[in-house]
């Protein structure tokens, strides 16, 4: 099983823990922090979680901006334990690591990092003819 944390500034992780366990549900797996939320100290969260560290499974760890405070705080444990750390998070990477059977190693999260990249593109109108006005990818 991989276990997953989504760490973030403000609330977006747990938006987007919400919008996964509407997409996908069984969140059983999956933790989040909303870092800087409020006065409380965001990082004890990170301590309960790895303390909780099981060498057996995987661990996927998903922060919002790559050098940014989240990301740098998450980087420490990388020292003391073995997880895949990746930075940037959006929806559909997550729900793609969700959907994933199996241990999710190295090789197949650069897999998934790059086919999440696909997701992010311009969406722009094209004149519609009335026979394919129904058909949004056209």
């Known amino acids: 099983m991989n276990k997953i944390l989504i760490a973030t500034h403000s609330t977006m992780a747990e938006g987007l823990y919400n ?6 549900g069984n969140l059983k797996n999956v933790s989040f922090i909303n870092a800087y939320e409020d006065e409380k ?15 057996s499974k995987s661990y996927i760890v998903f922060t919002d901006i790559y050098g940014g405070s989240v990301n740098q705080r998450v980087t420490q444990y990388k020292h003391k334990y073995n997880f895949l750390l990746i930075t940037g998070v959006n929806l559909p990477i997550l729900l793609q690591c969700l959907l994933f ?3 999710i190693s190295r090789e197949d999260i650069l897999k998934i990092i790059e086919e999440s990249r696909k997701d992010i593109s311009l969406v722009e109108l094209q004149e519609v003819d009335e026979e394919n006005e129904n058909d949004f990818f056209n």
């Open 101 to 103: 059977t199996g241990r």
């Open 19 to 24: 919008s996964c366990n509407l997409l996908v």
């Open 41 to 55: 100290d965001w990082t004890k969260q990170l301590d309960i979680f790895f303390s909780e560290y099981d060498s």
